[in-house]
């Protein structure tokens, strides 16, 4: 069986997401770097398999998925017993409402600052906006006390265990706290203490750490 | 003890609850939510959905909220009807591709498409301005995504395959939408886009809660 090709960008913002979910399952890949500086993803091969022109996809012994979350899904449908996925009928329509919830309540702010305060970082020579970046942080700030509440109960936002759910905040839940410090952002206010509780166990984990530095072919573990 | 559906009749993602509920002819209550009076933000509602968001569900012993959350959770646990195809595949790779088809909708559809309906629609029901800047850009940005559409809908029926599933009907309340917020989109894109728009709309299931979802006891 072939190894699983991860198509994208080392430090791609969703291709890290898809890393940091194949590092959880001990899953060896090889990352296969697409030209996105060139336009690569942008071609009509490229347009193919991807027919939005954005990258990751994964060719999984000639299987081919886009979309990170689904990527994900996949890779954890096939290893249960990491319990990422729930499966009993309960657990897993909460773990399909927290799945909701950062697609709907954390993703359009957090990545819209994210991704703008990572290019700064980074140092990209994109275009950045003071107010995209603020607005944004500012609807975060408030969608995050909804998270303290129910943080407040449980540990992880689908209950007692941490699923996908909670990884999928992963990277843009670190790239908004690039707007503060270490010891205060907006993942890391001392009003909202469950929160940041949450998201120090979310960055201490070793597939988020494995790949501080960018996504590179992992072939063991 | 019939499924409650916490939310209101026009909401878009209390009927995008309700589409599926007629698909597999699931009895429920509607039980109204007024958010004109803030019912939505009264602390015995952030209890159970504490983003303040319609709709919620209680079925069973369970409380649900986000509507894509409960129309998984009503396909996980009840049967489709005869005739009906299961609106989310079990098999391992027709599950991913589903996943992919949701993942698309979720990124690559919504943001845009429900832009442009709050700026042409909702805010002039609140009085509020329109942002004709961001109105622009989400209908070009739903544009270019749409090219996508078209290329996949001319290799396959729908978005996941050649079965309708979930990833389809959850696009339904806002595309509708489209043409009242003044973007014809939808069925002047491409003869695919068109042909996909068109059968989705006319689903009874779609039909019949689509000028207001309402409490429904028997099919």
Redesign the interface.
Not at chain 2, 71 to 76: A, F, G, M, T, W
Not at chain 2, 195 to 206: C, D, K, M, Q
């Given at each position: 069986m072939a190894i699983l090709k991860l198509h994208g960008g080392k430090q791609a913002t969703c291709t890290r997401r898809v890393a940091t979910v194949l590092h959880e399952l001990q899953v060896p890949f090889e990352l296969i770097e697409v030209d996105v500086a060139n336009g690569a993803h942008k071609s009509p091969e490229y347009?193919k398999i991807q027919?939005?022109?954005q990258i990751p996809y994964i060719d999984d012994d000639g299987?081919l998925?886009?979309?990170?979350?689904?990527i994900c899904?996949?890779i954890a449908?096939?290893y249960p017993e990491y319990g990422l996925i729930p499966t009993e009928?309960?657990a897993?329509?909460?773990f399909?409402?927290a799945?909701?919830?950062e697609?709907?309540?954390f993703d359009?702010s957090a990545s819209k600052a994210g991704l703008q305060l990572w290019i700064r970082k980074m140092g990209y020579p994109f275009p950045t906006d003071d107010k995209i970046i603020a607005d944004n942080l500012e609807t975060l700030e408030k969608?995050l006390d909804?998270y303290e509440?129910?943080l407040s109960k449980q540990r992880y936002l689908a209950g007692e265990t941490i699923t996908l759910a909670d990884i999928f905040h992963l990277p843009y839940g670190v790239f908004v706290t690039y707007a503060g410090s270490e010891s205060d952002s907006v993942m890391n206010r001392a009003s909202r203490p469950n929160v940041a509780r949450w998201y120090k166990q979310l960055i201490s984990r070793p597939s988020w750490l494995a790949y501080l530095d960018g996504v590179t072919t992992t072939t063991a573990y | 003890m019939v499924l409650k559906l916490h939310g209101f009749a026009l909401s878009t993602c209390t009927r995008r609850v309700a589409t599926v509920l007629h698909e597999y002819k699931i009895p429920f209550e509607l039980v109204p939510v007024d958010p004109s009076k803030g019912e939505h933000k009264a602390a015995a509602y952030l209890e159970k959905q504490p983003f303040g968001q319609v709709p919620y569900i209680e079925d069973d012993g369970l409380t649900l909220f986000e509507s894509r959350a409960i129309c998984r959770y009503i396909v996980d646990k009840y049967r489709a009807p005869a005739g009906v195809s299961p609106l989310v595949p079990k098999d391992t790779k027709g599950k991913a591709l589903f996943e992919q088809a949701a993942s698309i909708e979720y990124s690559n559809f919504d943001p845009y498409a429900s832009g442009a309906v709050r700026e042409k629609v909702f805010k002039p029901m609140r009085g509020l301005p329109t942002d004709q800047s961001a109105y622009d850009f989400c209908v070009s940005t739903l544009s270019a995504k749409l090219d996508g559409y078209e290329a996949i809908l001319g290799k396959q029926k729908y978005l996941a395959g050649d079965e309708i599933t979930l990833a389809d009907l959850f696009h339904i309340p806002y595309a509708s939408m489209l043409a009242a917020a003044g973007c014809d989109l939808m069925t002047t894109k491409g003869p695919n886009v068109t042909r996909w728009f068109n059968e989705l709309t006319a689903r009874a299931s779609w039909v019949a809660v689509k000028d207001g979802a309402k409490s429904f006891s028997s099919y």
């Amino acid at each position: 069986m072939a190894i699983l090709k991860l198509h994208g960008g080392k430090q791609a913002t969703c291709t890290r997401r898809v890393a940091t979910v194949l590092h959880e399952l001990q899953v060896p890949f090889e990352l296969i770097e697409v030209d996105v500086a060139n336009g690569a993803h942008k071609s009509p091969e490229y347009l193919k398999i991807q027919p939005f022109g954005q990258i990751p996809y994964i060719d999984d012994d000639g299987f081919l998925l886009y979309e990170t979350r689904a990527i994900c899904r996949y890779i954890a449908a096939k290893y249960p017993e990491y319990g990422l996925i729930p499966t009993e009928p309960k657990a897993n329509a909460l773990f399909e409402q927290a799945a909701s919830v950062e697609l709907t309540n954390f993703d359009p702010s957090a990545s819209k600052a994210g991704l703008q305060l990572w290019i700064r970082k980074m140092g990209y020579p994109f275009p950045t906006d003071d107010k995209i970046i603020a607005d944004n942080l500012e609807t975060l700030e408030k969608k995050l006390d909804a998270y303290e509440a129910i943080l407040s109960k449980q540990r992880y936002l689908a209950g007692e265990t941490i699923t996908l759910a909670d990884i999928f905040h992963l990277p843009y839940g670190v790239f908004v706290t690039y707007a503060g410090s270490e010891s205060d952002s907006v993942m890391n206010r001392a009003s909202r203490p469950n929160v940041a509780r949450w998201y120090k166990q979310l960055i201490s984990r070793p597939s988020w750490l494995a790949y501080l530095d960018g996504v590179t072919t992992t072939t063991a573990y | 003890m019939v499924l409650k559906l916490h939310g209101f009749a026009l909401s878009t993602c209390t009927r995008r609850v309700a589409t599926v509920l007629h698909e597999y002819k699931i009895p429920f209550e509607l039980v109204p939510v007024d958010p004109s009076k803030g019912e939505h933000k009264a602390a015995a509602y952030l209890e159970k959905q504490p983003f303040g968001q319609v709709p919620y569900i209680e079925d069973d012993g369970l409380t649900l909220f986000e509507s894509r959350a409960i129309c998984r959770y009503i396909v996980d646990k009840y049967r489709a009807p005869a005739g009906v195809s299961p609106l989310v595949p079990k098999d391992t790779k027709g599950k991913a591709l589903f996943e992919q088809a949701a993942s698309i909708e979720y990124s690559n559809f919504d943001p845009y498409a429900s832009g442009a309906v709050r700026e042409k629609v909702f805010k002039p029901m609140r009085g509020l301005p329109t942002d004709q800047s961001a109105y622009d850009f989400c209908v070009s940005t739903l544009s270019a995504k749409l090219d996508g559409y078209e290329a996949i809908l001319g290799k396959q029926k729908y978005l996941a395959g050649d079965e309708i599933t979930l990833a389809d009907l959850f696009h339904i309340p806002y595309a509708s939408m489209l043409a009242a917020a003044g973007c014809d989109l939808m069925t002047t894109k491409g003869p695919n886009v068109t042909r996909w728009f068109n059968e989705l709309t006319a689903r009874a299931s779609w039909v019949a809660v689509k000028d207001g979802a309402k409490s429904f006891s028997s099919y």
